[in-house]
């Protein structure tokens, strides 16, 4: 009869330094004395957009699908050959949207009346000249392209740039820690925590468009400049 009671006792005395080392943990951790400091600190840096994003494609319209498709597909095939013969790899070539629509037409108390078909392909292109994107794009349309949108413009490997910006926002968060303390009398006396809620590009206050500047000038991309912020979530404790 002793056994079941000495195992019990065994299982019940292996469960005490798990609840104990619970119990520590939260008993030695050290508490704040001093007041505690929220701060949200944003870190910016600019770069030159390396990489376009234009979507460039065909429409046709003819009185059978057949002869839209067939119209569609020869035409694509020369925008394609150009975009290869203007060295665009096929790894920055993607198909977007291909279509084929019925058109009809409607008059007043009559049933609609079928006229044709629009058939439409789209391909994704991403230039990394962008420099040379604009004459490459009056290439395409040379070639039967009439539907062309965009830019998108990126930056290829942003990584080093948002580094550069979480340092800015790292330092800036402590600037402004400093900055509390000393209006209240106070110093920093640690940071308890930080976080990051994200780097990303700050889109252009207006849209890039690609532009003639005259009638017989190739169409142009302005890179311009792009914004990259950090933003941090950092706690300090002031005494």
Do not use: C, H, W
């Not at 142009?220 to 706690?235: C, F, H, R, S, Y």
């Amino acid at each position: 009869m002793k056994q079941p009671f000495l195992l019990a006792l065994a299982l019940g005395a292996s469960a005490i330094p798990a609840a104990a080392s619970a119990q520590v943990t939260a008993t030695f951790a050290q508490p704040i004395a001093g007041t505690k400091l929220d701060i949200n600190a944003t870190g910016e840096v600019t770069r030159v957009p390396d990489v376009a994003v234009i979507s460039a494609g065909v429409v046709t319209r003819s009185t059978t699908a057949t002869a839209a498709i067939q119209e569609n597909a020869d035409r694509m095939e020369r925008v394609r050959a150009a975009l290869k013969r203007a060295g665009i790899a096929d790894r920055d070539i993607q198909t977007s949207n291909i279509s084929l629509n019925p058109e009809y037409r409607y008059e007043n108390n009559q049933p609609p009346q079928l006229v044709g078909y629009t058939a439409s392909n789209q391909v994704s292109i991403r230039f990394r000249d962008i420099r040379n994107s604009g004459r490459i794009l009056d290439a395409l349309v040379a070639e039967g392209a009439n539907q062309i949108n965009g830019p998108n413009l990126t930056i290829d490997k942003p990584e080093g740039a948002l580094d550069e910006a979480r340092a800015k926002a790292a330092t800036n968060g402590r600037a402004r820690a400093e900055l509390y303390a000393r209006a209240l009398g106070m110093r920093v006396v640690r940071l308890l925590s930080v976080s990051e809620s994200g780097g990303y590009a700050v889109p252009p206050p207006m849209p890039m468009v690609m532009r003639a500047q005259e009638a017989d000038a190739s169409s142009k991309i302005d890179p311009g400049e792009q914004k990259l912020q950090v933003t941090l979530a950092m706690t300090f404790e002031l005494q």
